[in-house]
């Protein structure tokens, strides 16, 4: 490890509004130019403000071509699909949602004793041979998620591989490192990452030095794909922020709204198809 990734962008989330009303800050969405591929989307759900009114949450919508992981740290997120299954996501916990060629499903926070809600929600690519895959689910509570810590960096493994231990969620097509890291003051942390492979960090507490840079939160940094491992410092404070690396897929994608795909024609057939109700088979 000689070669540290650069950070070449540093993203400032935008508040975004989407399903019945519900204001939360993406990082980024998807788009043609795939820019971080394989990983399409990332979303921050986080209202502590009571003054907010209810929480109208995102009502039965369709998913076609994407994978969905929702990560909740406070309040929960109750879910319901057109395959009949029927969740709470409580803090902690963890929901990898495969959508393959369909689900319909209701997401619906709700606040903890705190009142607050607190959680993420990442969008990642299925290649096209899966895009039209039977649509299944991994469901991981917060207890199964290992946990450990060594010089002053605590780490959740919510997916892949860190010192020999492995997350819970497995069999995701992308391969994907997704990690809870926080790094206690003056701490440093280095961690291999394969040369080419994506590499994203999205910090939301705190404050630390990546490759150089200060950055504090609320931010989401890409990494250059060059460089063979990452590098993080504290200073004064800690700093907590979710990692996110994977192998991208390099296959064109035409995104719609809550549809990932790689053709156009395909787009029009799901379309089609969510208009003659065959969408659901
Ligand atoms: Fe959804």
Do not use: C
Not at 156 to 176: H, K, L, N, Q
Not at 238 to 261: N, T
Not at 266 to 271: A, H, N, R, V
Request: proline letters at 8%; hydrophobic letters at 35%.
């Amino acid at each position: 490890m000689n070669n540290p990734r650069k950070i070449p962008q540093i993203i400032e989330p935008q508040v975004t509004i989407e399903g019945a009303g519900v204001r939360l800050l993406r990082s980024f969405g998807p788009k043609v130019s795939n820019l971080f591929d394989p990983f399409l989307l990332f979303d921050h759900f986080a209202f502590n403000d009571p003054l907010e009114g209810p929480i109208r949450g995102f009502p039965y919508h369709p998913h076609r071509g994407i994978e969905t992981v929702t990560y909740m740290l406070e309040g929960s997120t109750a879910h319901r699909d057109s395959l009949g299954n029927e969740g709470l996501i409580g803090p902690g916990d963890v929901q990898w949602m495969s959508s393959g060629r369909g689900i319909l499903h209701e997401e619906m926070p709700r606040r903890g004793e705190s009142g607050n809600i607190y959680g993420f929600q990442l969008w990642v690519n299925l290649p096209s041979h899966l895009k039209m895959s039977e649509p299944r689910y991994q469901e991981v509570n917060a207890s199964t998620i290992p946990t450990f810590e060594k010089d002053g960096v605590k780490i959740r493994v919510v997916a892949g591989t860190v010192d020999g231990v492995s997350g819970p969620v497995e069999d995701i097509s992308a391969s994907p490192l997704y990690l809870d890291v926080e790094l206690a003051p003056a701490s440093v942390w280095r961690f291999p990452i394969p040369s080419g492979h994506s590499a994203l960090a999205y910090v939301f507490h705190g404050e630390g030095v990546f490759d150089d840079q200060t950055v504090n939160a609320t931010h989401m940094l890409k990494f250059s794909d060059d460089g063979d491992h990452l590098e993080v410092k504290t200073e004064n404070d800690s700093v907590r922020f979710m990692l996110i690396a994977g192998a991208p897929f390099k296959e064109p994608i035409v995104p719609y709204g809550p549809f990932v795909m790689n053709t156009l024609e395909e787009i029009q057939d799901t379309l089609k198809e969510l208009r003659n109700g065959t969408f659901i088979k």
